[in-house]
């Protein structure tokens, strides 16, 4: 019998005491409390996967380290990356253009060394690699002193970039505007979580607050066409990618006239990873989301996209993508939680055209039941979520396609003891 059958019976029985009303109303209070203890452990869970996930791993901190002080102390480290005879190669477009965004360096050497592995003509690959000033000497060095020949790669921190100077405004504007917000949620992870959320939406508000996603380097992407004037057409891919298939092809597709070639995330096998919309990113209970957003409007992925800079320069994006971070910021950051998908969502809105989800496999950093099958097909498999693969939090069964691309035998990886996850 369940507790509420029993009490119905107990107390349609005349020979039912106080006492066996009493015992009804412990057990209700009991399963009342486990239930509220499962709850918190669960939120606990969450909460300690979050900090484990913001937290930088000491072998990848040493990693920059060592690699900051050989480019102060070793000449081949500060090398010219590329090579005075190769610098024209940056701006023809008949090479495949990639740019890759990241402070993380060994991430951003697997997505590199995976993309030129399995490219068909690697001859024909530039690599244009953007970091923060800090991480620039490390990465440069990295780069400098692991060249992946015959591809072509070029380190810039946000720094050197011309056109980002104090006579453009807005710009400098929109990237104060991500420190305000870093400053506002980072060491107060549960500023914007409250006691009924799921533990799912619980990890989802976490992550939002993550310093990852208020870094000037996860908003570069929307002045793609200013930093790289002379390109018409480039692949951005983010630093928890691994690319397992020639992405030439991606350059023969035609966009129809569109920016954004991106996969939708509305709909496919995966229920939980494929079944984002529109009301998944924003707060429709705001009246300024309500009335100019469509909440079953299909969504579509960052991480891995094709973007047509010659189209994307006739139009208004990035003006867009300014007006509604400034909107958000004056809400109170109420629009949507932090991020810069949903800004990207409303920027792109009329520009994104759809491409096979064959091209990008989506959350193996946070569905651990992802399909093996699925993954080992996939063009680009993309780790977004918690479980990124360097962690310790990073699921082992899928770990081992992004680990097969670091070179565990190297010198600085060694001395900083970053080991091979074991199964």
């Not at 209070?29 to 669960?42: A, G, I, N, V, W």
């Not at 800090?134 to 050197?160: C, D, R």
């Amino acid at each position: 019998l369940v507790i509420s059958d029993l009490k119905f019976y107990l107390s349609s029985t005349p020979l039912c005491l106080a006492s066996c009303k009493t015992y009804c109303l412990h057990n209700d209070m009991q399963m009342e409390t486990m239930d509220k203890e499962l709850r918190s452990s669960r939120l606990s869970e969450q909460l300690n996967k979050h900090y484990a996930a913001i937290a930088i791993p000491k072998g990848l901190y040493c990693l920059s380290l060592r690699l900051t002080d050989v480019y102060s102390s070793n000449a081949l480290a500060r090398k010219q990356l590329p090579p005075p005879e190769l610098v024209p190669r940056l701006s023809d477009n008949s090479y495949f253009h990639f740019v890759l965004a990241s402070d993380n360096i060994l991430a951003a050497s697997v997505v590199v060394r995976s993309t030129v592995r399995s490219a068909l003509k690697p001859e024909r690959i530039v690599f244009h690699i953007i970091t923060d000033k800090k991480t620039y000497p490390a990465m440069h060095s990295w780069f400098a002193l692991n060249p992946l020949y015959p591809a072509i790669i070029e380190v810039k921190g946000v720094h050197q970039f011309e056109w980002l100077t104090k006579e453009n405004g807005p710009v400098l504007e929109a990237i104060e505007i991500q420190h305000i917000a870093r400053s506002r949620y980072h060491g107060n992870h549960l500023a914007r979580t409250t006691a009924g959320d799921s533990p799912r939406v619980f990890a989802a508000k976490l992550q939002a607050g993550s310093p990852t996603y208020t870094s000037v380097l996860n908003h570069i992407r929307i002045y793609l066409p200013e930093l790289f004037p002379s390109l018409s057409k480039v692949v951005f891919l983010d630093d928890d990618v691994v690319v397992q298939r020639d992405l030439s092809s991606l350059w023969d597709i035609d966009l129809a006239g569109k920016v954004n070639g991106a996969v939708e995330t509305c709909r496919g096998g995966d229920s939980w990873v494929m079944s984002k919309r529109f009301r998944n990113y924003f707060n429709f209970s705001h009246p300024l989301i309500a009335t100019n957003f469509d909440p079953l409007e299909c969504a579509w992925a960052y991480g891995m996209n094709i973007f047509d800079l010659a189209a994307w320069r006739k139009t208004t994006i990035k003006d867009k993508y300014h007006h509604w971070v400034k909107e958000n910021l004056k809400s109170n950051f109420t629009l949507w939680r932090l991020g810069t998908l949903p800004p990207g969502l409303i920027a792109f809105k009329g520009h994104v055209h759809p491409i096979d989800p064959s091209w990008h496999l989506l959350g193996l950093g946070y569905q651990e039941k992802t399909d093996i099958s699925s993954v080992r097909k996939a063009a680009v498999i993309h780790y977004n979520g918690q479980s990124k693969p360097w962690l310790d939090i990073g699921f082992k069964h899928l770990q081992p396609f992004w680990t097969k691309h670091v070179n565990y035998s190297n010198e600085f990886v060694r001395n900083c003891h970053i080991m091979e996850p074991q199964l």
